[in-house]
Each structure stands twice: as C-alpha cells, then as structure tokens.
C-alpha cells in the first residue's frame, strides 16, 4: 500500500482542495491571515499522515506524526469557525467541511490507536 490509499490521506487530501477552492473568495485582507492559514493547517493534515506512513516502521515516530497531523486538522477546525463567524462560509458549507473535518479526526485516533495495522512495530529496547 501507498500513502495515498490511506481513507485518511485521501480525506484529508480532498478537504485541503474544498478549502483551497473556497478561500480563493475570501477577501483581499485576509491573505496573510485567515486564508493563508486554513490552507497551511489543512494541507499540513494530509502531508503529516504521509510522513507518518514513510515512518510507520518506528510506532513511536508513527504516533508522533500522526499526533501532529491530528493537531493540524483541530487548528483547521478552528480556521473554519472564523471563517463561519467571518461571514467567508454559510452555514450548510460549515456543516459539511465540518462534517469531513471530524471525520479524518477518527480516521487518524484510529491509525493512532492501531498502529500495527498500519504496518508500525513497536520498537524494544
């Protein structure tokens, strides 16, 4: 298996693009705030999840990144609230990035609580 048929890569994956998509019409001001930072934490889920898969060898190093990926979707759960709070999102567009959003939470606490499923072995001393 390859990183991008992970259900969790291609969730995340597929979210950061929505996001991407729908930014291009926040405002001007937001450039250097809002706008570029959904599209970072966003993006940084997917890309978190592939560099936890290339370290799936080491559990440790798995979780780790798995853990910083996780982290990166709730900063984007957090975006996505100002943006509805903005007036950037409407109400039923909130509810489904949300929706995907919670969604690849529990895509990635799985992969964190089974990492041998994943291919991780857990390292001995």
């Known amino acids: 298996m390859k990183f991008d048929e992970l259900l969790a890569y291609q969730k995340s994956f597929d979210l950061a693009m929505k996001i991407?998509?729908?930014s291009k019409s926040y405002p001007r001001e937001e450039t250097y705030s809002l706008t570029d930072q959904i599209r970072r934490s966003s993006?940084?889920?997917?890309i978190n999840i592939a560099e936890a898969y290339a370290k799936r060898r080491y559990q440790k190093h798995f979780i780790s990144k798995l853990t910083d990926?996780?982290?990166e979707n709730l900063e984007t759960h957090g975006w996505l609230q100002f943006s509805l709070a903005c007036g950037y999102l409407d109400e039923s567009t909130f509810e489904k990035l949300l929706s995907q959003n919670v969604e690849i939470g529990k895509l990635i606490h799985f992969m964190i609580k089974n990492p041998d499923k994943f291919g991780s072995k857990k390292e001995y001393s």
């Open 20 to 22: 991407f998509e729908l």
């Open 43 to 46: 993006r940084s889920v997917a």
């Open 69 to 71: 990926s996780d982290a």
